[in-house]
């Protein structure tokens, strides 16, 4: 997936924002519980990735992610479902005739 | 760095230098719409803690009937970008129905506004059945429920208590199949919002927000039902925003922060095209659009004016074709005399507003600028950061929205003097030109025959006395605001003395311009503030009034008056008013006394003295 590395930086930083510790903190321990990822803190990073990606995650999904990582690939696969399939821009399938 | 993240910058550069954020940063922070940004500039500003006085405070609590979320966030930035430093306290989840009758609101004592965020949760039964005449009878018990929770909450405290409207939520109106039922439903949740906003006609404190409405003109979602289900979390954080954006109007009414004076530019303004190029017959003003636009600015500008706002004109144009078109065009509304002052020349604008200000007796701060260009908001920005700037540019129609939508000129209560604003800002200028005939300031005095009536409050002068203490910042002796609530109750307490001053003379009937909160102790009177309207600074008029004031305390048995004088960064204007009352000091806390033995009357010699001290005793 190519636009991981961008997304994973941006959710780095979404989810040290949320937390309020540096990223360091977030690479050393990546395992979430293992910081104050309370309801608040799990809803701010919720509200910060739908808007930042324009996307909207199942809940689900989102409580059950463990780790950084985790969540990288949960944020990076709504991304990818979002965008349109490669290679094909044409609007044929959707002009009335 | 992108805009978002610079303007966090700037925010954190401010928190961590202890010092309130530049004017233009907070003009930045007040234009951001995106939730997601303001949650974490509000997060940010939590840590915001200043020296006495770099921004007025205002406690808030906030109460709910589900989970607050990023509201107490959101809020924060919405106040802070007010210029207003807020401290706020969130009362537990849960406890909505004890904390609000019992007033339990804060730990860090009384709050100045207690915010409430109600859901339907409060009037619907948890398990209703479709049942609509149970349904009616449930809610308007609830909302019965909630009257006597704010009755027996207003007995305990002088906070300004705000609630909102409550939309009814889709999963509910949508569970009744019958489409005459719905209608039944949505006719008995509109009974239950007009319920609430009588509330605010019950109760002076109370203050009533549509919220209703507002998400109704808004483009965000009231609801997510995620957040709703997993956190019990009733609104988006589009919604809290908007409910936010209601309470920092209502906060920044309060805290008198209220702009007073519209600058309007003209040329694509007031009316489409440029004069210079077009000519009057060719600017677009009325008919189709785009000209009904512009004509429709001109009307709520005019709405404005009827309010009290002033208006100025503030024009790059030369002032006769400018002149000619006002009064001849036939679609003009807002002519000549519209504006309290007219500015229509090549000079620099922030120049123009400076001049205007001076003319007007008003600090530009009190100002909004409406102009197309974006050089001129700019170079105003820059050289008046305290000028709030509202764009003009763009699509027409989007002219009358962008003009009220940030309620900048905001009060909670209209009184008899802002409506009649406009004229005595304009008899103002009369006494300009009036001043220019006389050889001394005292000359002048002297011709004017100034009248000054001091009587202490009735319960037709404490809305006007309450709304000066909200929003006197110049003339203001220690900033102590003392509200509806606080100046009814000290006028009917024997102990206390709250009386307001009329001033007139032969060229304008100024009414109410002033009050004065005084402690009447056995041996000392302590005047706990005067406030003063900047119209009439100048003419002796408050000293007149110290006089009266030293004759009521001696003839009622006291042997002196205290008084203050606390700085706050606006109020320079007073620094030396008890001295020249007559007063020694300062001792400690800027306190000043007039022992009442032997002390010289300082009335002016040219006012004129009514006294009504017949409620006193």
Partial sequence: ?97 | MDGAEQLLAALGAAVDGGRAPDPAVLQALAHVEDPALLRRAGRLLGRLHLPGGQLPPVRVAILATGTVGPFEHLLRARLVAAGLLPVIEVGDYGTFDLALPSAGFAAAGDPDIVACVLDESLFLPDDWSPDLEALRGHVEARLADLRGMVAASLARTSATLVLHTVPLPAEVRDAFISSRARAALAGLWCRLNAGLLELAQEHRQVVILDLVGVLADAPVAARDDRLHRYADLPYTDGALLRLATEVRRIAQARAGLSRKVLALDLDNTLWGGVLGEVGAAGVQLGGLYPGNAYLELQRAAGRLRQQGVLLVLTSKNDPEPVQRALTSHPEVLLGPDAFSVRAVNWAPKPGNLRQAADTLGLPVRSFVLMDDSSFERALVTSELPEVAVVAADGDPAHLVRSLLGPGWFDVLDLTDTDRRRPELYRARAAHTAFSRQFGSPEDYLEALDIQVEVRPVSEFTVPRVAQLAARTNQFNLTGVRFDEAATAAMAADPGHLVAAFTVSDRLADEGVVGALWVRRGPRSWQVLNVVQSCRVIGRGVELAVAGWLARQARAAGADAVEGRFVPSGRNGVAADFWPRAGFAGPVADGVYTLSLTGAADPSPKWITLRERSDSLT
């Avoid at chain 1, 799990?42 to 324009?54: K, V």
């Avoid at chain 1, 969540?71 to 709504?78: E, I, K, N, P, Q």
């Fill in chain 1, 1 to 97: 997936m190519s636009e991981q590395p961008a997304v994973r930086s941006t959710v780095l930083d979404i989810i040290g924002n949320a937390l309020n510790e540096p990223l360091d903190d977030l690479r050393a321990r990546p395992v979430l519980a293992a910081h104050d990822w309370d309801s608040l803190a799990s809803l701010e990073a919720l509200a910060q990735f739908e808007y930042r990606f324009g996307i909207t995650l199942d809940l689900r999904a989102f409580h059950a992610v463990r780790t950084v990582d985790q969540m990288v690939d949960l944020v990076a696969g709504a991304v990818a479902a979002k965008s349109p399939p490669a290679g094909d821009g044409s609007l044929s399938g959707n002009v009335a005739r």
